[in-house]
């Protein structure tokens, strides 16, 4: 079986998905907007264990957590519109998204994960 994650530092394994969104030590610390498709988008989530110094960020794509949504799929980016809010502009920026973009799904996904 191929493991879902392998931290790219200490070599720490998720085996699947759930493992990885239950681990205490895996938060959420930004996402990084594609501007042409939502899917190849990707969160990026730090990696700090107690028992060790890992503190490395691993990147993983929009499109592998696009199975939790249950809302309406938007089928548009709207980045640069005059409806833009410009969140996907600050990797940093983590919070919810007003408009209707395929890009306000991602971050309506990002909701549900835990943050630094």
């Known amino acids: 079986m ?6 790219t530092k200490c070599a720490y394994t998720w085996r699947v998905i759930d493992d990885f969104l239950k681990d205490p ?6 996402f990084q907007a594609s501007f042409d498709e939502t899917e190849s988008g990707l969160y990026l989530f730090n ?3 107690e028992e060790n110094h890992c503190a490395t960020t691993l990147a993983v794509e929009v499109e592998t957590f696009l199975s939790l949504y249950r ?12 409806q833009c809010e410009g969140h996907c502009t600050r990797v940093e920026d983590l919070s919810q998204c007003r408009v209707e973009c395929k890009n306000a799904v991602a971050r309506e996904i990002m909701q549900a994960f835990s943050t630094c």
């Open 25 to 30: 030590f895996i938060c959420l610390v930004g």
């Open 47 to 49: 990696h700090i264990p």
């Open 71 to 82: 809302g309406t799929m938007f089928t548009d980016i709207k980045f640069k519109s005059p």
């Open 2 to 7: 191929i493991p879902f994650k392998i931290c």
